[in-house]
């Protein structure tokens, strides 16, 4: 499965860190694996440089835009993997708009995408939801940055294969 991700500030990744160590027994995301997906992009048997190609093309003239991470929430009851899922939340319009586009484009994988999407950056996934549910009281500075630019990311190699300039 490829993704079309959403790069953002080491604020981020640094933020998402220090708010992990409170839930020891969940799983941490470590830096470098944090990601904020705008769009998975499934190659259904295809090439990976096909479906590179075509998502280039949706992304002709896109607008580069906005994005803050505001505050943090959880998926209590995650459609897949162990929960809880506690993530830092994220702001954009232009996200939704973008993640909009891509799903006319490439089909939305059912419950996480489409309306069900909820752009977040998560901090910890697993362990004790009472922990976990103590950091939804969490007050955290705001990050805000401008999005110029979305990764291509290949889980199956856990690597970045590519990126694409916004109009900015």
């Not at 996480?112 to 999407?117: A, Q, T």
Request: charged share 30%; aromatic share 6%.
């Amino acid at each position: 499965m490829f993704s079309l991700n959403v790069p953002f500030p080491g604020e981020v990744s640094r933020l998402a860190t220090d708010l992990a160590r409170p839930v020891p027994s969940a799983t941490p995301r470590q830096r470098g694996e944090q990601t904020l997906v705008a769009k998975r992009l499934a190659t259904d048997g295809r090439s990976p440089a096909v479906v590179e190609a075509r998502a280039r093309e949706v992304l002709v003239s896109e607008p580069a835009f906005a994005a803050r991470v505001a505050g943090v929430d959880w998926f209590e009851e995650p459609t897949s993997g162990p929960g809880p899922v506690v993530y830092l939340t994220v702001e954009s319009p232009g996200l939704r708009d973008l993640h909009a586009r891509l799903c006319e484009a490439f089909d939305p994988v059912p419950e996480v995408e489409g309306d069900d999407y909820t752009p977040h950056v998560t901090i910890a996934r697993g362990g004790d939801p009472d922990a976990a549910r103590r950091l939804l009281d969490r007050e955290i500075e705001p990050v805000e940055w401008a999005v110029d630019e979305l990764a291509f990311y290949d889980a199956q190699r856990h690597l970045e294969s590519g990126r694409v300039a916004l109009d900015g």
